[in-house]
Each structure stands twice: as C-alpha cells, then as structure tokens.
T-cell receptor, first 112, second 115 residues
Framework: SQELEQSPQSLIVQEGKNLTINCTSSKTLYGLYWYKQKYGEGLIFLMMLQKGGEEKSHEKITAKLDEKKQQSSLHITASQPSHAGIYLCGAVPGAGSYQLTFGKGTKLSVIP | EAQVTQNPRYLITVTGKKLTVTCSQNMNHEYMSWYRQDPGLGLRQIYYSMNVEVTDKGDVPEGYKVSRKEKRNFPLILESPSPNQTSLYFC??????????????FGSGTRLTVV
C-alpha cells in the first residue's frame, strides 16, 4: 500500500504563531485528505485536494497540493489552543480505489 | 444527523472470548472500512467493503472478520481476541467515487482492551 511520510512528528507552538505540517508520498496521489483528531476521539474531515497546484482554505487553515501531486502542506495562521490535536494526511492511490491510507500523524500543541 | 455509529465505545474483554464491534451509517454510503490506531504505527486499515456482500482485506486483516449483509452495517468480529488486538478501532464510510470530495466519515472510535 501507499506510504505517506508526515513531518514533523510533533510540534509545540506559542499561541498566535504560524505553522506548517508536511505530507510526502513516493507515488503520485489521486486524492489527498487532511483530518484532525482530538486525542482518543474520531477524525474530523478538514479538506481534500485532488488537482496539482490546488489550494484550499477553511478558516485559518490552508492546504496545498504540489504540481506533481506528491507533496501536500497544511498551514495554520495565527494558531489558537483550539487548533491543538493530531493532524493526519490520508491518500487514495487511484481513481478506482477507495483505500484511504494515512501518514502517522503530527501532534500539535498550542501554548496559550 | 449524518453519522457513523460505533458500539461499544469502550470494551474490556479476556483472551479468546469472541466479540463483535458494530458499525452503522445512515448516509447510504457504498464504501465502509475498519481501521485500528496504535501509538507509533498510526491508522492501519483492517478490512474494507465496496458494497453489500463485497469485502476485501486491508493491511492488517489477521485475527479479524467482517460481513456486509446490509448497506448500512459493517460489523467487525474478533473470533478469538488476543492482547495484541488491544487498540483504538475506527469505522469509516464514503459515498461513491464522484462524491469523495466530501471526505470519509469516521465513527467516534471503540477502545478495546484484551487482557
């Protein structure tokens, strides 16, 4: 199955600071999903990127997919304690596939 | 409310005692899947189902069974649980290909402990 590498593994930032989380694949991605998870709870869908060069934003979170469709970044502007949690990138390898595989996640802590 | 419902949320059981974790979705989704989440290993897919009576193995299917007799339900069965199946389990569902931009919907999770 497809492997996704996330970096960094963990991140501690001061409230109000910007931050970026990266997700890299060795293969071209069909669809790239970003999820957020509070510890021990379910996954909350943030956004999906499908086209090379695509960028989407939701509130203070922006995700981008590179032109080669092998790398995605998630950028949070002016972080808040409510942004704390685990961010997971997931991907499906092809149009006919439903198999969503995930990176190991990035744990974000925001210090007030 | 559109959702994926898992039961139970927490379960402690003994080695070898058969158990079933239920998963139900009310969104008429074709695709359903089970994952387990472990520290350092992330989310790994156990089984998935493309539609009724169509199931296939994911990355870590050993020790698990599933069935898809109805579109809305996708139970996970552990015939003889072992301590290495202690984990946090998630069920997920998704509509057909053209609508996947809305993402996969996940249940709240089932924390299983096998002693």
């Amino acid at each position: 199955s497809q492997e996704l590498e996330q970096s960094p593994q963990s991140l501690i930032v001061q409230e109000g600071k910007n931050l970026t989380i990266n997700c890299t694949s060795s293969k071209t991605l069909y669809g790239l999903y970003w999820y957020k998870q509070k510890y021990g709870e379910g996954l909350i869908f943030l956004m999906m990127l499908q086209k090379g060069g695509e960028e989407k934003s939701h509130e203070k979170i922006t995700a981008k997919l590179d032109e080669k469709k092998q790398q995605s970044s998630l950028h949070i502007t002016a972080s808040q304690p409510s942004h704390a949690g685990i961010y997971l990138c997931g991907a499906v390898p092809g149009a006919g596939s439903y198999q969503l595989t995930f990176g190991k996640g990035t744990k974000l802590s925001v210090i007030p | 409310e559109a959702q994926v419902t898992q039961n139970p949320r927490y379960l402690i059981t003994v080695t070898g005692k058969k158990l079933t974790v239920t998963c139900s979705q009310n969104m008429n989704h074709e695709y359903m899947s089970w994952y387990r989440q472990d520290p350092g290993l992330g989310l790994r897919q156990i089984y998935y189902s493309m539609n009724v009576e169509v199931t296939d193995k994911g990355d870590v299917p050993e020790g698990y069974k599933v069935s898809r007799k109805e579109k809305r339900n996708f139970p996970l069965i552990l015939e003889s649980p072992s301590p290495n199946q202690t984990s946090l389990y998630f069920c997920a569902s998704s509509p057909s290909t053209g609508e996947r931009g809305y993402g996969y919907t996940f249940g709240s999770g089932t924390r299983l402990t096998v002693v």
